[in-house]
């Protein structure tokens, strides 16, 4: 019969977590100081190695710390001028100090990543996850990283934002001022291009743009918002909605900048003016915004920022002390309205 003696000579780290009741990942937290350990869990986690008599072997302790970190990004978006800003600074942050970076997609809907995200955690050795919208608000896979204990922070969350560390902008504001500069230039009949309606920023860009129109007393038409997908595909369906009315817009806001180019080249095709005869705006500032004729009004979402930002945010979450304040695990950076050559006020049409 194996005595308690025995085991306690030879104990490893599996046999700590059997007997505190965690897994292996939160015992080397204890061990090494790591971050989002509650109190209690450190506590009998500490009482079962000394009960076992644990020693941790210090060598692999020392190849453990000094190996490099590998960080998961979780996404999926159709925007392809964000996720490639996004993935750039991500990438730029990581190699300046010294982790790998891996990126995980499962699809577009919360079911779809239901499927895999479990299994995925499990069979992975992510040191931490950095999470990007939209799947940043679906429900599955922040409960499976909660569950998991893994250190993680949250880009653009919309749905509880103080849950993980998160890095977000205030869309909302950004698109009211957005808004605000096309009413002060004279336009009372505003086209809006939401994006997904599953994409938190859509529902938030969406409110901006109703609460300016609600500030200025200009009432709102239904019939000129039309939904897109953040795809240029989707944009040039909906500016063709808006453009073909009897009374089309003088201008249009579109949620992000792909669908606003998407705007001037149906714009172009029809022999409508921009911005003499029809205003234009984006939103993000993407390399699109400067690379077509003209140059798009849009708002300057500081993405490669918010990047950054995310990773030295996850670094700090995986070194830290369970104490840490936890204001120090939100940041909220600024968006700027950047007035470019496609928003004007309207000249009137030669007789």
């Known amino acids: 019969m194996r005595t308690r003696a025995n ?4 104990a490893t780290i599996k046999d700590v977590a059997d007997l ?8 080397s937290r204890v061990l090494n100081a790591g971050h989002r350990v509650r109190p209690a869990t ?11 008599n644990y020693k941790p072997n210090l060598s692999a302790r020392s190849l453990a710390k000094a190996r490099s970190l590998f960080i998961g990004l979780l996404y999926n978006n159709p925007n392809p001028g964000y996720v490639s800003e996004l993935l750039i ?14 990126i995980e997609n499962f699809g577009s809907t ?11 955690l499990a069979s992975s050795n992510f040191d931490g996850l950095i999470v990007a919208p939209p799947v940043s608000d679906f429900d599955s896979v922040m409960s ?9 922070v949250r880009i653009a969350p919309e749905l509880e934002p103080d849950l993980f560390a998160s890095v977000r902008t205030d869309d909302r504001d950004a698109a009211r001022r957005m808004t605000r500069h096309l009413l002060d230039l004279g336009h ?19 409110s901006g743009f109703k609460d300016a129109l ?5 009432g709102l038409d239904d019939g000129l918002i039309v939904e897109g997908r953040f795809t240029y595909r989707s944009g040039l369906a909906a500016a063709e909605q808006l453009l073909s009315l009897r009374q089309p817009p003088t201008a249009i806001f579109a949620s992000n900048d792909d669908m606003a180019a998407a705007v001037v080249a149906v714009a172009g095709r029809k022999g409508i003016d921009v911005p003499g005869e029809l205003s234009v705006a984006g939103f993000d500032d993407t390399h699109t915004a400067t690379t077509l004729w003209p140059q798009l009004t849009t708002v300057r979402q500081p993405i490669a920022d918010m990047a950054g930002a995310a990773v030295d945010l996850l670094a700090a979450a995986i070194n830290a002390e369970p104490e840490q304040d936890a204001a120090q695990t939100q940041r909220l950076l600024p968006c700027e309205v950047i007035i470019r050559d496609s928003s004007s006020t309207v000249k009137a049409k030669p007789a």
């Open 144 to 152: 499976a990283i909660e569950r998991a204990d893994i250190a993680c």
């Open 20 to 27: 505190a009741g965690v897994s292996a990942m939160t015992v």
């Open 188 to 206: 009372r009949r505003l086209g809006f291009i939401a994006g997904d309606a599953g994409h938190g920023a859509s529902r938030q860009r969406l």
């Open 7 to 10: 085991k306690q000579s030879g």
């Open 42 to 52: 450190r506590e009998r986690v500490e009482a079962a190695i000394r009960e076992l």
């Open 110 to 120: 919360d079911e779809e990543w239901a499927a895999g995200i479990e299994g995925m």
């Open 89 to 102: 600074g991500l990438m730029n942050r990581c190699r300046q100090v010294g982790y790998h970076l891996v």
């Open 214 to 218: 609600e500030e200025a007393g200009v």
